[in-house]
Structures are given as C-alpha cells and as structure tokens.
T-cell receptor, first 111, second 113 residues
Framework: KQEVTQIPAALSVPEGENLVLNCSFT??????LQWFRQDPGKGLTSLLL?????REQTSGRLNASLDKSSGRSTLYIAASQPGDSATYLC??????????FGKGTTLSVSS | DTAVSQTPKYLVTQMGNDKSIKCEQNLGHDTMYWYKQDSKKFLKIMFSYNNKELIINETVPNRFSPKSPDKAHLNLHINSLELGDSAVYFCASSLGPYSYEQYFGPGTRLTVT
C-alpha cells in the first residue's frame, strides 16, 4: 500500500532564504507526482506536476525534482517571501486509485 | 471564471440529517473526484467518476452516495449525518483518470452538531 511522507511537518524561515521541502513514497510504480499549495481555509492550488519519466519541473521560483527509483521528491523554493507561507502537499498517482497525499509541510516565512 | 466550483462553501447541520454538496467543473474534463480532509488536515480519496461512471470507491460508509448527472457535475449526498462526518470535502477534476493533473475546488466545510 502506497504511503507518502513529508518532512519536515513544519518549517519557519526568514524572508529571502532558499528552502527545500521533502516528500517520499514507498511504491515507485507511480504515474506522476503533484505538488500543491493550500492556504488556511482555502482549496488546493496545483504548483507543479512531474510525470514519472521526468526528473524535474520548474515554475518561477519553484523547482521540483523526482527520483522515482528511490521514492523521493523535493520542492525547492528560491528567495522565499512571506506570501509563500502556506501548507505544501505532495501527492502521487497510481493505477486504480486517485491521488495519495502526504500530510503536508506548513511553511512560515517571516519578514 | 471558476474552474471547479462547489456549493455550499459552509454547511452546518444536526446529526441524523441528510445533506448534499454540489460540484461543477467548466474545464471539459472527463473525470471528477471527491476527497475528504479530516480534522488533522489529511486528504483522502472517497470516490471518482469517469464519463459518469464510478471508477473509484474507497472504503466509505454507504451513507455517502455520489451522483454524476453529467460529466461536468458530481454531487455528494450524505444520509444520516454523524459527528465524525465533520470535515472539509473537496471536489476535483482531471482530463482523464489516474495519470492526469487534478484541479481542486475551494472545498465545503461540513460541521455536524
């Protein structure tokens, strides 16, 4: 049974720092991995989708990598800003089921 | 234009009542989903429909019944509500099942008193 783990559970950084959020999964038979952002009381915003055949995806200050064989993904946020404060969720897709989520990393960026 | 919309945004009701949550997507997607986010913020799939047919049905009490009148709509009806049903329910859609990017609605916060 697929399990998705995100470390750390919470992270506080000063504005301007570069940071890395980690996601690991136990079954490498995935179609893709998706990173989401969730603001308090809001829905999920898709940030990046990495197909299983890809190694990384970039969008603005965000870069996500995928190492399927080792069951790991990282989300790199460059030059963090207070507006980046949110919960970041990692999810994988597999045959026969929908997205399987980690429990998220809650990021706080102070000015 | 809202891609995936849900109504209502908030729902407060008493134990034993029956309630429905509606979801609509204007993305032209074939696949729609219902997820539940519990009090610990953990998201889990409940159901998925592809072209109006049920393709995923996780271990969910049969008090929960999804209905897809057409590809753009997926509603969730809950009978005999219990305290443990209190959660945020998210609707999502994708171009197709399993391997496609999913887009989420804003969520419906259900509180059962």
């Amino acid at each position: 049974k697929q399990e998705v783990t995100q470390i750390p559970a919470a992270l506080s950084v000063p504005e301007g720092e570069n940071l890395v959020l980690n996601c690991s999964f136990t079954d490498s038979a995935i179609y893709n991995l998706q990173w989401f952002r969730q603001d308090p009381g809001k829905g999920l915003t898709s940030l990046l989708l990495i197909q299983s055949s890809q190694r990384e995806q970039t969008s603005g200050r965000l870069n996500a990598s995928l190492d399927k064989s080792s069951g790991r993904s990282t989300l790199y946020i460059a030059a963090s800003q207070p507006g980046d404060s949110a919960t970041y969720l990692c999810a994988v897709s597999q045959a026969g089921t929908a997205l399987i989520f980690g429990k998220g990393t809650t990021l706080s960026v102070s000015s | 234009d809202t891609a995936v919309s849900q109504t209502p945004k908030y729902l407060v009701t008493q134990m034993g009542n029956d309630k429905s949550i509606k979801c609509e997507q204007n993305l032209g997607h074939d696949t729609m989903y219902w997820y539940k986010q519990d009090s610990k913020k953990f998201l889990k799939i409940m159901f998925s429909y592809n072209n109006k047919e049920l393709i995923i049905n996780e271990t969910v009490p049969n008090r929960f019944s999804p209905k897809s009148p057409d590809k753009a709509h997926l509603n969730l009806h809950i009978n005999s509500l219990e305290l443990g049903d209190s959660a945020v329910y998210f609707c999502a859609s994708s171009l197709g099942p399993y391997s496609y990017e999913q887009y989420f609605g804003p969520g419906t916060r259900l509180t059962v008193t």
